[in-house]
């Protein structure tokens, strides 16, 4: 059984081993997900135990996913943790602008902070860094929230360790936020290793890397233009096809455990050193419910080393993205 809460590197903030990721909520990648679903979804997570929520200024164009955490939350704040991102919104037509300027990153914040209904953050990100901005710069902006109240910690998403170097030196940091599943473990060379020395925690996105790992695809599937999976190696051809041999690799061990292959895959990446917390995205109660059931999952050295062997047997997997 995995620990119920974890402490956030030296901050007084303490998450859950599983977390919401809220962008599924903003609808931008998912059609048909209302207001209503998402208020519902969000719910459904703080009901089952899952009270860390990770969303961002840009998640929906208008902010969909702040919008519906702060009609889930009323009247219930004190009962989960929310984490924010700053440095990404949104321009006509679609088009994405990464800004890291100070001016620019409290503006976002102040308005995620309406949007959600709250006077401050657990916990606020730079959600990626300003190539044109030096992360110093980034970093004190976030630091001046800190010191007025806005967010009692903060966090870094999306970067280097030399840039994560150069934040740190200008802003005391609690937490790291990077892509980390069993297919992509690039944080493990060394990330996870300066968060460690930093005591910093390291909280990850894509476990279950974009549904790959939850076993429900078959081969031969395609993905249609429309889908953001088609762009992925790890999609196509063959690499997709050695990819599904790996899952139907992780199913006796599912079996054995008796639990789902999902729970097997979020309670193993939860389990991994130096991995404080992981978030799964979901658009319906119903996935929340069966997505925190990989809180009660307890992993055997024999399931320890049937997944090792497994990961081992895959080998390199193309596309890796760097981090």
Same mark, same amino acid.
């Given at each position: 059984m995995m620990a119920s809460t974890r402490p956030l590197g030296r901050s007084s903030v303490r998450v859950g081993p599983?977390?919401?990721?809220?962008?599924?909520?903003?609808?931008?990648?998912?059609?048909?997900?209302?207001?209503?679903?998402?208020?519902?979804?969000?719910?459904a997570a703080i009901d089952a135990g899952v009270t860390h929520l990770d969303t961002a200024y840009c998640y929906g164009e208008e902010g969909e996913s702040e919008r519906a955490i702060g009609s889930a939350?009323?009247?219930?704040?004190e009962a989960v943790v929310l984490a924010g991102k700053c440095g990404i919104?949104?321009?006509?037509? &679609?088009?994405?602008?990464?800004?890291?300027?100070?001016?620019?990153?409290?503006?976002?914040?102040?308005?995620?902070?309406?949007?959600?209904?709250?006077?401050?953050?657990?916990?606020?990100?730079?959600?990626?860094p300003d190539p044109a901005v030096p992360i110093e710069e980034s970093a004190a902006a976030l630091q001046t929230l800190f010191e007025a109240g806005k967010t009692?910690?903060?966090?870094?998403?999306?970067?280097?360790?030399?840039?994560?170097?150069?934040?740190?030196?200008?802003?005391?940091?609690s937490a790291c936020q990077m892509p980390y599943n069993m297919l992509q473990r690039g944080?493990?060379?060394?990330?996870?290793?300066?968060?460690?020395?930093?005591?910093?925690?390291?909280?990850?996105?894509?476990?279950?890397?974009?549904?790959?790992?939850?076993?429900?695809?078959?081969?031969?599937?395609?993905?249609p233009p429309s889908d953001s999976r088609h762009k992925y190696p790890m999609f196509n051809g063959d690499e997709f096809e050695r990819n599904l041999d790996f899952v139907a690799a992780l199913r006796p061990v599912a079996t054995r455990l008796g639990c789902e292959l999902p729970d097997l895959v979020l309670a193993w990446t939860a389990s991994q050193p130096?991995?404080?917390?992981?978030?799964?995205?979901?658009?319906?109660?119903?996935?929340?419910?069966?997505n925190a059931r990989g809180l009660t999952v307890?992993?055997?050295?024999?399931?320890?080393?049937?997944?090792?062997?497994?990961?081992?047997? &895959?080998?390199?997997?193309?596309? &890796?993205?760097?981090?």
């Open positions: 599983l977390g919401l990721g809220c962008w599924p909520l903003a609808g931008m990648t998912r059609p048909g997900i209302t207001h209503d679903a998402a208020v519902a979804t969000v719910a939350i009323h009247g219930r704040r919104h949104w321009q006509p037509g &679609r088009r994405q602008c990464v800004d890291g300027r100070p001016e620019r990153l409290v503006l976002e914040v102040e308005e995620s902070l309406r949007r959600l209904g709250t006077d401050h953050l657990d916990l606020l990100y730079l959600h990626t009692r910690s903060i966090g870094a998403s999306n970067m280097t360790v030399e840039l994560l170097d150069r934040f740190i030196a200008a802003c005391p940091l944080i493990e060379e060394a990330i996870l290793p300066w968060c460690r020395t930093h005591n910093v925690a390291m909280v990850v996105y894509w476990p279950l890397m974009k549904g790959l790992l939850a076993g429900q695809m078959h081969p031969g599937q395609v993905f130096g991995i404080t917390s992981v978030l799964f995205g979901a658009t319906s109660p119903a996935q929340v419910v069966a307890g992993l055997d050295d024999q399931a320890r080393t049937d997944i090792r062997a497994a990961i081992t047997a &895959r080998g390199p997997v193309a596309g &890796r993205r760097a981090v």
